[in-house]
């Protein structure tokens, strides 16, 4: 199966506290993964490093072969402008845990209107987040 998901020597620090101490992890295309651990381990960090939410303070993390969030020039990264930053989030789904969900609304149900803002059939787009949540 393909990498879908490469994260290399993955590092995040937090006024100056190592949250992410390079982290290296693959995902496969296809894959359903579940990443486990006490609370404030960085399970929402490494989420957020995915989508580039937050910068990173080293490593690289590649979706498809591309690098997220930098475009690198000889051995140098440098970020990304925002409006392609925002077409490679796009390209992530990520399901908050506290907010910006509907209350009146079932996990498989959240995930699948925010699937139909980007045009999905609901039957796709049902059947593809059934395997998500
Ligand atoms: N923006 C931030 N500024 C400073 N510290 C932060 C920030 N975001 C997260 N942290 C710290 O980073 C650590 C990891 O937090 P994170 O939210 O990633 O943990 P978690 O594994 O998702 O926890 P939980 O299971 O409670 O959701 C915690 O110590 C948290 O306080
Ligand atoms: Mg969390």
């Given at each position: 199966m393909a990498e879908a998901i490469a994260l290399r020597k993955v590092t995040k620090r937090f006024s100056g506290v190592?949250?992410?101490?390079?982290v290296n992890l693959d995902i496969p295309a296809g894959s359903v993964t579940v990443i486990l651990g006490?609370?404030?381990?960085g399970k929402s960090t490494l989420l957020r490093c995915i989508n580039h939410l937050e910068k990173l303070d080293g490593g690289t993390i590649r979706i498809g072969g591309e690098i997220i969030g930098y475009k690198q020039k000889g051995q140098a990264l440098h970020e990304l402008s925002s409006s392609e930053i925002a077409r490679q989030r796009a390209q992530i789904g990520m399901v908050f845990q506290?907010?910006?969900?509907?209350?009146?609304?079932t996990v498989l149900q959240n995930i699948v209107d925010a699937m139909r803002?980007?045009?999905?059939n609901r039957q796709q787009a049902t059947s593809k987040s059934a395997v998500t949540a």
């Open positions: 190592t949250i992410l101490d390079e006490p609370s404030g381990s506290q907010f910006n969900l509907f209350p009146h609304r803002v980007k045009k999905q």
